[in-house]
């Protein structure tokens, strides 16, 4: 993804963005086709003086006229009046910008594609494995590790629509001059623009976007989506690795996650780069907001924004994936410790469970008030919940209440459909 954003890439393009406009002239007749052949030809990275390039951008403000100026230099007066011929320096960075940001996408897709295809195979594998859903941090009811885990795979496939969406809003041409309005093309506008989309690979559009950031926008919020829930998913495995739960661990290997001073230690490192890079993602996210905060028809410094903002997004996201993808790829699980767990609270993650069964005999309200009783019973007395709950009914009762409470496994409700349908629909969403 860096290498999408690099210097040499983003040059190469707006080279190649100036030569297919030198062709896009003569497909539109302004020019003949051997003219337009000769300013392609200029439109050459060796061409370039780099550091000249720069520095001249520094004191001009924008890169597209010095650059304009060495291709000139290549090429004899009468057909280096024909180069840029039309454009304004924004068409030619952003039918750039476009090329980069559709190939970006395309790395996102890859990536976001890894971590999906790691996360429907654990949940399908692990659709069966109970363990202590918590809520607020705490225990609450059982459930299965896939269950858990195909909440995430149906974040990653709404990602993956989102992704395909702004990629191709985003992959559109600009040509329209230096007030939006293709002035200085006349009545062969459309024909040339339309033959530098094609040349270009991207779409034709009738309306001017310099100042329309809202694809760009959109593409970028995609990708802080996706990175946001890499870092959820970072954030659980985290939690889920800790010592005194034990229930996850990311891939092993040696020194993988070791520590210079510790060496018990193998840290959740795929887990914290995912952090650590969604929340960069997200951050620059935000700023792309702030660049559609365009006036009139050009930016006066929004634009500058996205030119960290876009691609520290893009790649930051990048990274949020390839850690996820990680994490997804070498998860080792540990059923029995979600099993000790579940006894962990002395079996109090049951009381809904018991609530409901005891109900049909009480009605809900007052099983409600005979299971939360038990359970401050049992906190007081260390005693179990199954305990506790025989000792307000009475042995009397018991025989017949013992039945109906269930164990954990018997408690996980839809959770096989919930993993069944969340690996159908990825893998429709795929193909």
Not at 329 to 337: A, E
């Amino acid at each position: 993804m860096a290498a999408v954003f690099s210097q040499e890439r983003t040059v190469r393009d707006w080279l190649l963005v100036e030569a297919e406009l030198g062709r896009a002239l003569a497909d539109g007749g302004v020019i003949d086709e051997a003219t337009g052949e000769r300013i392609a030809g200029a439109c050459r990275l060796d061409v370039v003086d780099l550091e000249r390039l720069w520095a001249e951008s520094a004191n001009v403000g924008y890169p597209i006229f010095p650059l304009v100026k060495q291709i000139c230099e290549a090429l004899d007066d009468r057909d280096a009046a024909w180069v840029h011929y039309g454009a304004t320096t924004q068409d030619i960075m952003d039918t750039a910008l476009a090329l980069q940001l559709r190939d970006a996408a395309d790395r996102l897709l890859v990536l976001l594609g890894e971590v999906g295809d790691g996360l429907a195979r654990l949940v399908a594998e692990h659709a069966g494995t109970v363990m202590a859903g918590r809520t607020h941090a705490q225990q609450a009811v059982p459930t299965t590790f896939g269950a858990k885990l195909a909440v995430f795979l149906g974040e990653a496939t709404r990602h993956r629509d989102r992704l395909l969406r702004a990629r191709a809003a985003v992959a559109v041409v600009s040509l329209f001059g230096a007030g939006g309005t293709s002035a200085a093309l006349g009545d062969v506008a459309g024909r040339v623009r339309t033959g530098l989309a094609a040349r270009t690979g991207l779409a034709d559009t009738l309306a001017p976007w310099h100042v329309s950031r809202d694809t760009i926008a959109e593409l970028t919020q995609a990708a802080a989506l996706a990175a946001a829930t890499c870092v959820r998913l970072g954030r659980e495995i985290v939690d889920l690795s800790r010592t005194e739960i034990g229930e996850v661990a990311e891939a092993d290997g040696m020194y993988r996650g070791a520590s210079s001073t510790m060496p018990q230690k193998a840290n959740p490192i795929s887990s914290e780069l995912a952090v650590g890079f969604g929340v960069m993602a997200t951050s620059h996210a935000q700023a792309v907001l702030r660049a559609m905060e365009v006036g009139h028809e050009r930016a006066a410094g929004e634009w500058q924004v996205e030119w960290q903002a876009v691609p520290g997004a893009l790649v930051a996201a990048a990274g949020a994936l390839r850690a996820a993808a990680a994490i997804t790829g070498g998860l080792r699980v540990f059923p029995d410790r979600m099993a000790v767990n579940l006894t962990a609270d002395g079996g109090r993650l049951m009381a809904e469970a018991y609530m409901i069964a005891l109900a049909a005999e009480l009605g809900r309200d007052k099983a409600h008030e005979l299971v939360y009783g038990a359970v401050r019973d049992s906190r007081a007395t260390g005693s179990t919940l199954r305990d506790a709950v025989r000792a307000r009914v009475g042995d009397g009762a018991w025989s017949a209440i013992a039945e109906t409470l269930p164990e954990p496994a018997g408690y996980v409700g839809s959770t096989r459909e919930i993993c069944d349908a969340a690996v159908l629909r990825w893998r429709d969403a795929k193909h």
